[in-house]
C-alpha cells in the first residue's frame, strides 16, 4: 500500500485553480490514489455563463476522469464547489462556507494563477500575490491544517542562470506593491511596469517571485513548502498518455506548426526545452504535500520540477520529432504543409516572417476578397506573431535549476511510492512522449477524428503540389522578367536552348 495515498485518506483538501490544467490533473490523482478521502473543496468562480456546478460536472464528464469515477464512484459527493473569486479583497466567500473551510481543511493545494505573460501588473499582482496572501491569512485560522503547498514556477528568476532552490529578494517588498496598486491608476501603473518588473520579462514571472516572498513572509508559522514546475506539458502516463486541454505552453505553437501558419520561429536549437509533463508535476506536489505534513520541515522547502538538469531535450530536437510526427498524425484543414525553419538570428527571423507568414496571409486574404468572403488571415498572422514573440524569451535561452529537495525527497519514498508517485524524469523517452503529445493535442484539444487521418494527408499532399505548382510559376515569371531586361540571362537561355534555326 502507498504510504502517500494513505496518507491523504480522510482528509479534507483544499484546491484553488481546480478547473486549470493542473489543478484538473491534481484532484483526478487525489481520486483515483486515494478514494477514501473524505472532501475534496475546491474555489471556483462561475465561467462563461456555467454556474459552479455545471463546471464541476463538465470537468468530472471529461475523459480524463474515467478512470478516477471507475476507482470512486461518487466522485460527485466529495467534491464540493465552493464560489470564490481570487480577485475580490474578500476572495469573495461566503461566511457560511469559509466557516466550513476554516474549520475542516487540513491540506490546502494553491494552484490558482493568472498564467498570462501579458496581464496588466494590477490583475497580476492581484491573483498571483494579493489573492496569495488571503490565502495564508485563511490558512493561519485552520485548527486542522497540516501543509500548505504552493504552486509556482520554476521561472519566477529568470533573470538569472543557475537558480537554487531558494527565495531571492525582490528589489521591492511585496506588501509596497501590493499597496501602492490599491491606490495608483492604471496609466500610472502602465508607465512604472517596466522599472518595476526590471529584467524580468513580463509581469508574470515578476509576480509569482513576488507570490514565493508573500509565501516566505508570511507562512512562517504554517507548514509551508513550494514547487517550482518548468514549463508543464501534456499527461506522460496518468491517467493516460497525451491529457492536454488549453493552449499555454508549447501546445498552441504546436497547433499552429500542425495547421502550417507557424512555419519559422526565432529559437535557439541548442537551448534547453525544459518542459515537465503535467502527471510528473502533480505526483511531486502531492509526495511534497505527504512530506510537508509528516515530516514538518523547518523551514519552508522549495522544489524544482524540471527536466533539463536530469533528462534534457533541447528545442531543435523537439521540433525535429514534432514535425516527423506530422508526417503520421496530420492535424486536418492545415492552411500549408508544416514545416519549421529555426533561426536564432534576428534578421533571418524577418526575413522568414516576411516570406513564410505575411506573403501567404496577404495572398491568401487578397483570394479572399476576390471570391467575395471576409479577409482573415492577416489579422491572424499578426496574432500568432505577437504571441510567439512573447514566449521567444523561453525558447531562446538555457537555465541550470539545482534540484537537491526534489532528489532528497525522491530518497524519502518507499520503493511502491516511488513507483505510485512517479515524478522522476529521467524515466522520460522524449521521443515518445513528444509523439503522444502531439496525439493528445489532435484528441482532446483539436478534438479531431483519427479516421480522418488519410484525409489530412491527401489535403497536405495536394497542398505540396500547390506549393511546387506556385513556386515553378513564379520561377517562370522571374526568368521572363529577367530575360526581358538582362542579355547575360538571354545568353545563358540560348545557350541551354538554343533556336531552330541555328
Ligand atoms: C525551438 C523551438 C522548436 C520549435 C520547432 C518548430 C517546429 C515544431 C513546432 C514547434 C514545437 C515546439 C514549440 C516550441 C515553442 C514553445 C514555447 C513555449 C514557451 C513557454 C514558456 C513558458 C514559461 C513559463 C511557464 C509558466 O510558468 S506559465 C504557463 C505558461 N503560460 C503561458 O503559456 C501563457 C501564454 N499566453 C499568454 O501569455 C497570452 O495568451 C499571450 C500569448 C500573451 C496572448 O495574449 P493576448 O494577445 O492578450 O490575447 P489572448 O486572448 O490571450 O490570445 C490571443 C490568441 O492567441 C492564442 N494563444 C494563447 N496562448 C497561446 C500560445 N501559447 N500559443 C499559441 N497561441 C496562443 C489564444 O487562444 C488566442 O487565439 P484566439 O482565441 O483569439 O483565436
Ligand atoms: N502551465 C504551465 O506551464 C505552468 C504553470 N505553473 C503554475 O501552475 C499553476 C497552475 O497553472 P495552470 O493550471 O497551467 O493554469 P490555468 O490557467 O490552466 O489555471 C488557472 C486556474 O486559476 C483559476 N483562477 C484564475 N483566476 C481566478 C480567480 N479570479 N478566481 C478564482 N480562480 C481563478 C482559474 O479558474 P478559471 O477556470 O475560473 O479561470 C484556473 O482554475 C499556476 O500557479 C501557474 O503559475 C507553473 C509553471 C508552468
Known amino acids: 500500500m502507498s504510504t502517500i495515498a494513505a496518507f ?25 490514489t486515494s478514494p477514501d478521502l473524505k472532501v475534496i473543496y475546491i474555489l471556483v468562480r462561475p465561467k462563461a455563463g456555467q454556474t459552479l456546478q455545471q463546471r464541476v460536472v463538465q470537468i468530472l464528464n471529461s475523459k480524463l476522469f474515467e478512470k478516477a469515477k471507475e476507482v470512486c464512484p461518487n466522485v460527485h459527493e466529495k467534491i464540493r464547489a465552493v464560489y470564490a473569486d481570487l480577485n475580490q479583497n474578500d476572495l469573495a466567500i461566503s461566511k457560511g462556507d469559509m466557516q466550513e473551510l476554516l474549520s475542516c481543511t487540513n491540506i490546502v493545494f494553491h494552484c490558482a494563477a493568472t498564467v498570462r505573460f501579458n496581464d496588466h501588473l494590477r490583475h497580476a499582482v492581484q491573483l ?3 489573492a496569495t496572501q488571503k490565502l495564508l491569512l485563511m490558512a493561519s485560522q485552520m485548527p486542522k491544517l497540516e501543509a500548505f503547498i504552493h504552486i509556482s514556477t520554476a521561472f519566477s528568476n529568470c533573470n538569472l542562470k543557475h537558480i537554487d532552490e531558494v527565495i531571492y529578494p525582490c528589489p521591492v517588498e511585496p506588501k509596497k506593491i501590493i499597496d501602492s496598486m490599491e491606490w495608483l491608476d492604471d496609466a500610472i501603473i502602465d508607465e512604472i511596469t517596466p522599472k518595476l518588473i526590471g529584467d524580468q520579462p513580463n509581469t508574470y514571472t515578476y509576480t509569482k517571485a513576488l507570490g514565493e516572498m508573500v509565501v516566505q513572509q508570511e507562512g512562517g508559522n ?42 519559422a520561429l526565432r529559437a535557439t536549437p541548442m537551448a534547453v526545452a525544459d518542459v515537465i509533463p503535467v502527471d510528473i508535476v502533480v505526483n511531486l506536489t502531492l509526495a511534497v504535500g505527504w512530506y510537508t505534513a ?26 525535429f520529432q514534432v514535425l516527423a510526427t506530422f508526417e503520421k498524425i496530420p492535424f486536418e484543414r492545415a492552411f500549408r504543409r508544416p514545416n519549421a525553419d529555426l533561426t536564432s538570428n534576428t534578421f533571418t527571423t524577418q526575413y522568414w516572417n516576411a516570406v513564410s507568414h505575411w506573403a501567404p496571409a496577404i495572398i491568401y486574404d487578397f483570394y479572399l476578397r476576390l471570391t467575395g468572403r471576409k479577409p482573415r488571415m492577416t489579422k491572424l498572422m499578426n496574432r500568432l506573431l505577437r504571441t510567439v514573440s512573447m514566449l521567444e524569451y523561453f525558447i531562446n535561452r538555457s537555465w541550470e535549476w539545482s534540484t537537491c529537495n526534489t532528489e532528497m525527497l525522491m ?16 524515466q522520460l523517452n522524449w521521443l515518445e512522449y513528444i509523439e503522444n503529445y502531439v496525439l493528445g493535442i489532435k484528441k482532446y484539444l483539436l478534438k479531431e477524428d483519427m479516421a480522418g487521418i488519410p484525409e489530412a494527408k491527401q489535403h497536405l499532399k495536394r497542398l505540396r503540389n500547390i506549393h511546387y505548382l506556385f513556386n515553378t510559376a513564379l520561377f517562370l515569371i522571374a526568368w521572363r522578367l529577367l530575360m526581358a531586361r538582362s542579355q547575360m540571362a538571354r545568353n545563358v537561355w540560348f545557350f541551354i536552348c538554343p533556336p531552330y534555326n541555328l
Not at 514538518?296 to 531543435?316: A, Q, V
Request: aromatic letters at 10%.
Open 8 to 32: 491523504y485518506g480522510g482528509k479534507s483538501i483544499l484546491i484553488t485553480g481546480a478547473t486549470g490544467f493542473l489543478g484538473k490533473v491534481l484532484m483526478e490523482k487525489l481520486f483515483r
Open 128 to 130: 498571483n500575490v494579493t
Open 222 to 263: 504554517l507548514n509551508v513548502a513550494i514547487v517550482r514546475p518548468s514549463i508543464v506539458g501534456a499527461t506522460w502516463q496518468e491517467p493516460f498518455p497525451g491529457w492536454v486541454d488549453n493552449l499555454n505552453g508549447p501546445s498552441g505553437l504546436i497547433i499552429a506548426t500542425g495547421k502550417g501558419f507557424l512555419r
Open 294 to 319: 509528516v515530516q514538518r520541515p523547518k523551514s519552508t522547502l522549495i522544489y524544482h520540477c524540471t527536466s533539463g538538469n536530469l533528462n534534457p531535450c533541447y528545442w531543435g530536437k523537439m521540433g
Open 411 to 426: 530518497s524519502k519514498l518507499s520503493p511502491e511510492d516511488q513507483r505510485v508517485f512517479n515524478f522522476d524524469v529521467r
